[in-house]
T-cell receptor, first 114, second 114 residues
């Protein structure tokens, strides 16, 4: 049962434009969300997080938006750069009683075209 | 280098065999997580250890087992291997059990069962 879904396997964007990566989740008890970036032959690296008490968190070119009523998360990258080309995973964490682990989506492969 | 070390990087073995994957967490991290990434699948949580104790269990098969040793390194044992066990196995660590600041992932062990 995939509790975190990334319905777009891939996305191509021109350099300098905005990249928007989307993520949906099913469990309303999730309280913490993260985005990871993964390059080939490397493990995922933490990018940005957001708590369920917020609806936006910004870090430089990266902004994560959370819409709890829609159970939807998005990552905006502005402006997009060729070095942003990677696979992006969203992840969501349940409360303690549901376990401490994060549930990951299947990833979206972003290609930024120079 | 993320600080999380996984060995070996690649492993090819036959069906029915048993293998052990090893993980050394980042210095100071007490929590270790194991994830499996199969083709076109997200990262599937297998199991978490915190300071030597099992903390949470995910979709880990009975043929698989893990442990965390006093020096905090962890091993994932996979037995009676099947073709479908071919996947990337990631280990991650965090300083506290809820992973509030995200996980630090290793670069993974690619297991191929033939």
């Amino acid at each position: 049962d995939q509790q975190v879904k990334q319905n777009s396997p891939s996305l191509s964007v021109q350099e300098g434009r905005i990249s928007i990566l989307n993520c949906d989740y099913t469990n309303s008890m999730f309280d913490y969300f993260l985005w990871y970036k993964k390059y080939p032959a490397e493990g995922p690296t933490f990018l940005i997080s957001i708590s369920s008490i917020k609806d936006k968190n910004e870090d430089g070119r990266f902004t994560v938006f959370l819409n709890k009523s829609a159970k939807h998360l998005s990552l905006h990258i502005v402006p997009s750069q060729p070095g942003d080309s990677a696979v992006y995973f969203c992840a969501a964490r349940g409360e303690v009683k549901t376990g401490n682990q994060f549930y990951f989506g299947t990833g979206t492969s972003l290609t930024v075209i120079p | 280098d993320s600080g999380v070390t996984q060995t070996p990087k690649h492993l090819i073995t036959a069906t029915g065999q048993r293998v052990t994957l090893r993980c050394s967490p980042r210095s100071g991290d007490l929590s270790v997580y194991w994830y499996q990434q199969s083709l076109d699948q997200g990262l599937q949580f297998l199991i978490q250890y915190y300071n030597g104790e099992e903390r949470a269990k995910g979709n880990i098969l009975e043929r698989f087992s893990a442990q965390q040793f006093p020096d905090l390194h962890s091993e994932l044992n996979l037995s009676s291997l099947e073709l479908g066990d071919s996947a990337l196995y990631f280990c991650a660590s965090s300083v506290e059990p809820r992973g509030r600041y995200g996980y630090t992932f290793g670069s993974g062990t690619r297991l191929t069962v033939v």
